[in-house]
């Protein structure tokens, strides 16, 4: 059975969701739609970007993926399927593709060019829904679009090397639902610019020198609970999709606080690391 995904702002409130729902099985009974998130802020295509790098990979080769972020027709934002990784995603051409295209290349870009075959004003409703199952059908890419070579850039998402390779400057670029603090610094881009040396990574007045594994790493187990610190503790990790998080164990907004709050970190703010000479 084929899989479409759903990537939207649409929030929960309103019909949207509903109505595209409905369209994909107006148009293939035998199909199986799953929810990513309809949490996304508005228009926010970084955290979007961040979402479906993370997201995609836990489903089936072959699995399409309706993203309805920023989608609105106009001579700079067109519509475009890309095959990468074994994957489909439709969605609009403003640079959320270009998070998954730094790391893989795509196997095929078209730039969707059946507008004038479908009555629309709701593009993710009527073109990506038409195109999504078009592709679930087992339909070819060209049949939909015209083979474009490169998609456009989020300008600004990379980290930056200073002072001769021995510091790096970074930015958040999503905080989840815990209040955790995602920067745009991976494992790998650390480890090859570190290269092993001692260091330290400074978000406003916070500093940290040790990046752990899992959350539980930054607590010592060994001395007994009611001694240790537990709730609360800072700590940096490198988080499930290997990117450099910021983060309090066992974090609550509402009570004990969160990255985000106490460390008075908002959305592309600065992170940096400084490496030892």
Known sequence: MPIVTLTTDFGEK???VGAVKGAIYNELEDIKIVDISHSISPFHITEAAYIIQNAYRSFPPGTVHI???DSELNPENK???VRLDGHYFVCA???IISMLASEIKPEQIVEINIHDRVESNFPVLDVFVKVACHIARGGELGVIGKDISEV???????PVIHAEGTQI???VIYIDNYGNVITNITKAFFDKIGK???YRITARTVNFTQVFTN???AINFEIAADRREEDGKKLALWNSSNYLELAIYKSNPKTVGSASTLFGLEYWDTITVNFEN
Do not use: V, W
């Open 14 to 16: 309103d019909h949207y």
């Open 67 to 69: 993203i309805g972020i």
């Open 79 to 81: 519509h475009i399927a």
């Open 93 to 95: 051409n403003n640079g």
């Open 152 to 158: 456009k850039q989020l300008t600004g998402i990379k």
């Open 169 to 171: 400057m970074g930015n």
């Open 196 to 198: 092993g040396r001692n």
């Open 215 to 217: 959350y539980s790493d």
